[in-house]
């Protein structure tokens, strides 16, 4: 059985460094990372079964990130933290922390902690792929294939499309949709007009008249599962064509 992966996330090297050590003598695979530039990367190229995350990083909230690893739906998150009042636990259990350990902590409860998680882990039947229609969505490779047609995205634009399609189709703001995809707090709503443009120009038939991504005026974006689910779909050159659509 391959060994649970494990992303520790915490700004003290040496308390990085020592918990990397003793999770390694227990078996699990761990990879380290000091601040979220560096985490974000990791997530991505590892796709964890645990995250260690300290809640106060030199780079940036970790419970902001945290709330964007929780989007991504893939790992259980055991927060670490200094604060230790109840209104802090609350906040980082509802950004999506898994568990919450206050520092100082002792070694074995902290081992105690993970195993916990890695038996939920084990259990949990998560779906590896989403599929609406002729779109595939995959969560492991966090991966896009229209048609069986794979499509090029960035994984900010992977973010943000399973943000969209989490929805059930409800319009989200600019505002909600970057809280949810982007792992740092961005105040500039227009970042979200750039990059759904540029995933219509990926997924779209004809982005000047998108269907699958549709604006909502004075509100923002929705994705159109039922354009994917109800179409009958069919391929003309390397273009995937609905025989009919919504207007």
Same mark, same amino acid.
């Given at each position: 059985?391959?060994?649970?992966?494990?992303?520790?996330?915490?700004?003290?090297?040496?308390?990085?460094?020592?918990?990397?050590?003793?999770?390694?003598?227990?078996?699990?695979?761990?990879?380290?990372?000091?601040?979220?530039?560096?985490?974000?990367?990791?997530?991505?190229?590892?796709?964890?079964?645990?995250?260690?995350? $300290?809640? $106060?990083?030199?780079?940036?909230?970790?419970?902001?990130?945290?709330?964007?690893?929780?989007?991504?739906?893939?790992?259980?998150?055991?927060?670490?933290?200094?604060?230790?009042?109840?209104?802090?636990?609350?906040?980082?259990?509802?950004?999506?922390? $898994?568990?919450?350990?206050?520092?100082?902590?002792?070694?074995?409860?902290?081992?105690?902690?993970?195993?916990?998680?890695?038996?939920?882990?084990?259990?949990?039947?998560?779906?590896?792929?989403?599929?609406?229609?002729?779109?595939?969505?995959?969560?492991?490779?966090?991966?896009?294939?229209?048609?069986?047609?794979?499509?090029?995205?960035?994984?900010?634009?992977?973010?943000?499309?399973?943000?969209?399609?989490?929805?059930?189709?409800?319009?989200?703001?600019?505002?909600?949709?970057? *809280?949810?995809?982007?792992?740092?707090?961005?105040?500039?709503?227009?970042?979200? $007009?750039?990059?759904?443009?540029?995933?219509?120009?990926?997924?779209?038939?004809?982005? *000047?008249?998108?269907?699958?991504?549709?604006?909502?005026?004075?509100?923002?974006? *929705?994705?159109?599962?039922?354009?994917? *689910?109800?179409?009958?779909?069919?391929?003309?050159?390397?273009?995937?064509?609905?025989?009919?659509?919504?207007?």
């Amino acid at each position: 059985m391959k060994a649970v992966g494990i992303l520790i996330i915490e700004g003290n090297a040496n308390l990085r460094s020592l918990l990397g050590w003793h999770l390694q003598q227990s078996g699990y695979e761990v990879s380290q990372a000091s601040h979220l530039h560096a985490a974000k990367i990791l997530f991505e190229q590892h796709q964890p079964n645990l995250i260690v995350l $300290d809640s $106060d990083l030199p780079d940036g909230n970790g419970v902001e990130f945290c709330r964007w690893l929780h989007q991504q739906g893939q790992s259980l998150i055991l927060m670490l933290s200094a604060k230790i009042t109840e209104l802090d636990i609350v906040t980082g259990l509802k950004a999506g922390a $898994d568990d919450y350990l206050r520092k100082p902590f002792g070694m074995q409860e902290f081992l105690a902690r993970i195993e916990a998680l890695s038996r939920r882990d084990r259990l949990m039947s998560a779906p590896v792929s989403l599929e609406y229609g002729e779109l595939r969505i995959d969560l492991v490779q966090r991966s896009v294939c229209l048609q069986k047609h794979q499509i090029d995205l960035t994984p900010q634009e992977f973010s943000l499309l399973y943000v969209l399609t989490q929805a059930n189709g409800e319009a989200l703001s600019r505002s909600e949709l970057l *809280r949810r995809a982007w792992p740092n707090a961005i105040d500039n709503p227009r970042t979200i $007009d750039t990059h759904i443009l540029s995933l219509r120009k990926k997924i779209e038939i004809d982005p *000047r008249q998108p269907s699958m991504i549709q604006t909502i005026r004075n509100v923002g974006y *929705r994705f159109n599962p039922e354009l994917l *689910r109800n179409s009958h779909m069919q391929m003309n050159g390397s273009k995937v064509l609905p025989t009919a659509h919504n207007s």
